[in-house]
């Protein structure tokens, strides 16, 4: 597979993000998820899917290809980072806990499409259909997220549409540098786990339980389910 086909499947994957912002922005059907509880539903999947990466791939990457000293430091840089990062956040009245968590996610998942296909693997396809499933929900969470903390429309969605672009860049480093990089890759996969699963218990699984429902947290193990089948069928 030619660096061209596994930057337009970064994209492809990366352009769930705003379609899932399209449908949490579109009044109708964020009148319908609101009614319906859809959307903490879909909160609580994307902490799952969040949690999912990091016990299923993020953190065994880096454990099989790190040493103890050096896998600790990363995740806990990774963690501290991210705690002054919502901390700033939210003393400038904003927050963004979803969607930082869904970059952090994203990027070593597209440094991973790059690098299977540099190494020739088979499972490219299968890879990037996994992160825009990942995206999509994750993408509607964060909108909801960070229109609710009053970010202003025309900022959102500048920024929703430039996140895709993460997923090409991310796809390129992996497949020109670091292909056979593991401990490089393993140190940054457990840097973006610190933080991912600060994030989920900070922001987005409480923020996600602020109704009286108990069902919609049935979505964080239908999330979880989600990256666990992509886990085992990739492997």
């Known amino acids: 597979m030619r660096l061209e086909t596994t930057l337009g499947l970064a994209l492809a994957a990366g352009l769930a993000i705003p379609a899932g912002a399209l449908v949490s922005a579109f009044p109708g059907s964020r009148t319908f998820c609101f009614k319906h509880e859809i959307d903490s539903f879909v909160s609580y999947f994307g902490g799952g899917a969040l949690l999912a990466a990091v016990a299923l791939v993020l953190v065994p990457f880096g454990m099989q290809h790190t040493h103890v000293a050096a896998a600790s430091a990363a995740f806990l840089v990774g963690g501290m980072a991210f705690w002054l990062l919502s901390s700033w956040l939210k003393r400038r009245g904003t927050t963004g806990a979803q969607f930082l968590g869904m970059l952090l996610d994203f990027i070593p998942e597209g440094i991973a499409l790059g690098a299977a296909v540099a190494t020739g693997s088979h499972v490219a396809y299968l890879l990037a259909l996994l992160i825009a499933l990942q995206n999509m929900p994750e993408g509607f969470a964060s909108f909801h997220e960070m229109r609710r903390a009053g970010v202003r429309l ?5 920024i929703f549409l430039l996140a895709p672009l993460v997923g090409p860049l991310a796809a390129w480093l992996g497949f020109a540098f670091l292909a056979a990089a593991n401990q490089t890759l393993g140190l940054l996969m457990l840097f973006c786990s610190g933080g991912i699963l600060y994030l989920i218990f900070e922001d987005i699984a409480p923020g996600a339980h602020m109704k009286r429902a ?22």
Request: proline share 4%; aromatic share 8%; charged share 5%.
């Open 154 to 158: 025309r900022r959102l969605w500048t």
């Open 214 to 235: 108990t069902l919609p947290a049935m979505g964080s193990v239908a999330g979880f389910l989600l990256g666990m089948i992509g886990a085992m069928v990739i492997h």
